[in-house]
């Protein structure tokens, strides 16, 4: 299983930014997925995750309202579309695939055994 990773960048506090990961290797739209991040100095967190069939979505309390996670089944990629950033949003951004397909979105590190490289996402102040 590969996923790859790719939108990020630098963007001033209040823009928006898509990050993308493009999956392979497996089934896509069987899978869970997930997005996490880690900031500097600090463990890495979960961001927001979809199911794999009915597309239910779950964020951490943070991003909630200007997060939103979504998938396209025919492209076997998932997205984030990150609006209104803050400077707390800084850090390297990961999508995972989950262990197999729920109901509810996984939220715990755990449940993902397959990660991408990640991709820098600095919000500038």
């Known amino acids: 299983v590969q996923l790859q990773a790719s939108g990020g960048g630098l963007v001033q506090a209040g823009g928006s930014l898509r990050l993308s990961c493009a999956a392979s290797?497996?089934?896509?739209?069987?899978?869970?997925m997930g997005w996490f991040r880690r900031a500097p100095g600090k463990e890495r967190e979960f961001v927001a995750s979809?199911?794999?069939?009915?597309?239910?979505?779950y964020y951490q309390d943070s991003v909630r309202g200007r997060f939103t996670i979504s998938r396209d089944n025919t492209k076997n990629t998932v997205y984030l579309q990150m609006n209104s950033l803050k400077s707390e949003d800084t850090a390297i951004y990961y999508c995972?695939?989950?262990?197999?397909?729920?109901?509810?979105?996984?939220?715990?590190?755990?449940?993902?055994?397959?990660w991408g490289q990640g991709t820098q996402v600095t919000v500038s102040s």
């Open positions: 290797g497996r089934t896509f739209s069987s899978y869970s």
């Open positions: 979809i199911t794999s069939g009915s597309g239910v979505t």
């Open positions: 995972a695939t989950s262990r197999w397909g729920s109901s509810w979105p996984p939220t715990r590190s755990d449940e993902y055994p397959y």
